[in-house]
Nanobody, 120 residues
């Protein structure tokens, strides 16, 4: 049974940085694509922030391009989100998601989230 846990959130001021981590355990996650989502206060939907495939290809939301960097360590089944030049609009609960799909199966794991607050 797989499990993912985020960490690294906190309260920072405008322009500061944070690095979020997401540890996956319980199975081999090397073949999984991974993504960070966030849900801002008052929003019902989660927004895709950044994704990284099992091959290392990355994509970013326009709002974070140039400020956030996603990475993963397949040897440790850990993914990271380096966030720089943080803005108040980055305030949200950040969730990590590991997903695997093929013609026979689909697996989807979510963490419980880690809070990020950016204030002036």
């Amino acid at each position: 049974q797989g499990r993912v846990v985020e960490s690294g959130g906190g309260s920072v001021q405008i322009g500061e940085s944070l690095r979020l981590s997401c540890v996956a355990s319980g199975r081999n996650f090397n073949a999984y694509d991974m993504a960070w989502y966030r849900q801002a206060p008052g929003n019902e939907e989660r927004e895709l922030v950044a994704g990284i495939t099992s091959d290392g290809d990355t994509n970013y939301a326009d709002s974070v391009k140039g400020r956030f960097t996603i990475s993963r360590d397949n040897a440790k089944d850990v993914a990271y989100l380096q966030m720089s030049n943080l803005k108040p609009e980055d305030t949200a609960v950040y969730y990590c998601n590991w997903e695997y799909r093929d013609s026979h199966s689909a697996y989807d794991y979510w963490g419980q989230g880690t809070h990020v607050t950016v204030s002036s």
